[in-house]
């Protein structure tokens, strides 16, 4: 592409989005530039296999990624399976995660899952939605983690606040609920774009476009968002 067209190119797709935010060639452009700026991206949760991402993603409420990381290790040392995490005492869980917040609550789900995984999966974590909703715990976001970043099924689009606050301010929805805007990103983003999608939101939601002071001035995504709370703009007052 020359020079020429390609200032051209970003000239409509400015027009489109202040026309309609939703426009196919605004959402490819947000595309291809999360593509380029975070490429190669994966999860941010340590883990092996599909049950320690289980557990590391329930513990990731209410809690950092990074809290959690320093949480795991000893906590699958200790128990290293869904048998032996079934097999666990309450109190041996709640100590091993207590900095990671309502730790009684998650010891509670953690256990209560590795015994549903035993019980009714053979010990492996189910590979539906509908199944994997079945462990106590387990919510839709959790479900979309561990399908897409242990597995490799798109089922659907996994919505936390990073990515619940990003969509909002790149006017992709104007949903609240979490549930809602994974609807509203799925009739949007192709669906082999969802798991990525959602690891690049959350990078970026990390890295550049924090909540309370948002690094507009360094963010790639900047010539394509109109949001309010914007700390800087290229865009003509």
Not at 106 to 128: H, L, M, N, Y
Not at 185 to 210: A, T, Y
């Amino acid at each position: 592409m020359t020079k020429t067209a390609a200032v051209g190119t970003k000239r409509a797709v400015k027009k489109a989005a202040k026309r309609n935010p939703l426009a196919p060639e605004r959402i490819a452009a947000i595309l291809d530039v999360l593509a380029k700026t975070y490429p190669g991206v994966v999860c941010a949760l340590n883990h092996r296999n599909g049950w320690e991402l289980t557990v590391a993603t329930i513990l990731s409420a209410q809690c950092t990624d990074v809290r959690v990381n320093l949480v795991t290790p000893a906590l699958f040392k200790a128990f290293p399976t869904p048998k032996a995490m079934a097999s666990a005492s309450l109190p041996e869980l709640e100590e091993l995660i207590r900095t990671t917040g309502f730790f009684r609550n998650k010891a509670k789900s953690i256990k209560g899952a590795a015994q549903a995984v035993v019980d009714e999966f053979g010990g492996e974590v189910p590979r539906t939605m509908e199944e994997i909703l079945r462990l106590p715990g387990v919510a839709r976001k959790t479900g979309n983690v561990v399908l897409g970043s242990w597995y490799g099924i798109a089922v659907g689009v996994v919505v936390d606040t990073h990515v619940m606050r990003l969509s909002q301010r790149l006017e992709l929805t104007k949903e609240t609920a979490p549930e809602k805007i994974e609807r509203d990103l799925m009739k949007i983003i192709p669906q082999d774009r969802w798991i990525n999608f959602s690891h690049e939101l959350i990078h970026h939601g990390r890295q550049v476009c924090v909540a309370r002071k948002p690094r507009c001035a360094d963010c790639t995504l900047e010539k394509l968002c109109y949001s309010r709370d914007k700390t800087w703009s290229s865009h003509p007052s």
